[in-house]
């Protein structure tokens, strides 16, 4: 399983861009690259997932240089309600034993 | 949008007692996990499980078992609860391949 590192926190304000970068040096080939969003008390909730380039959804773009060996999930406009905690992912979609396992994840915090 | 239920939602029993968390998906996914978080840390996976008749340990070391006799079911069974055991358990399901994980609203469990 390809490790992840992402800072441990950020903080930014309401209606900034928000930027967060993911480290995976040893991503695999057929790995897939998985952002959740947690909030308190709360399970985590899918964002996005991409494989390379750029991949871009009501909530989200992630952004995967061609070396894939890091990734960058923006948020666009945040707003208070985008507090939370934010995991990158790495596996591989193919493989019906690749069990998912969480990092530190990175603690987002928008003030106003 | 997640047909993925716990129950119960809190729980606060006695040490020693013997406990079972229910855990049940209804969109036919055959794989299925449980993670363990304590407040602000991280998601630490401790069962796992890739259809029926199939389950594994995770990551952490837990004193818990799991079953899975059907596919939309995965208890989790503490047989003696201990305060060490206070935590918050998260159930999840996946489909096929790298799909998103799907996670229900956990069960908060406090043992005195």
């Known amino acids: 399983l390809a490790k992840t590192t992402q800072p441990i926190s950020m903080d930014s304000y309401e209606g900034q861009e928000v930027n967060i970068t993911c480290s995976h040096n040893n991503i695999a080939t057929n790995d897939y690259i998985t952002w959740y969003q947690q909030f308190p008390s709360q399970g985590p909730r899918f964002i996005i997932q991409g494989y390379k380039t750029k991949v871009t959804n009501e909530v989200a773009s992630l952004f995967i240089p061609a070396d894939r060996k890091s990734s960058t999930l923006s948020l666009p406009r945040v707003s208070l309600s985008d507090t939370a905690v934010y995991y990158c992912?790495?596996?591989?979609?193919?493989?019906?034993?690749?069990?998912?396992?969480f990092g530190s994840g990175t603690r987002l915090s928008i003030r106003p | 949008e997640a047909d993925i239920y716990q129950t119960p939602r809190y729980l606060v029993i006695g040490t020693g007692k013997k406990i079972t968390l229910e855990c049940s998906q209804t969109m036919g996914h055959d794989k299925m996990y449980w993670y363990q978080q304590d407040p602000g840390m991280e998601l630490h996976l401790i069962h796992y499980s890739y259809g029926v008749n199939s389950t594994e340990k995770g990551d952490l070391s837990s004193e818990s078992t799991v079953s899975r006799i059907r596919t939309e079911h995965f208890p989790l069974t503490l047989e003696s609860a201990r305060p060490s055991h206070t935590s918050q358990y998260l159930c999840a399901s996946q489909g096929n391949g790298y799909e998103k994980l799907f996670f229900g609203s956990g069960t908060q469990l406090s043992v005195l």
């Open positions: 992912l790495v596996g591989d979609p193919y493989s019906s034993a690749s069990k998912i396992i």
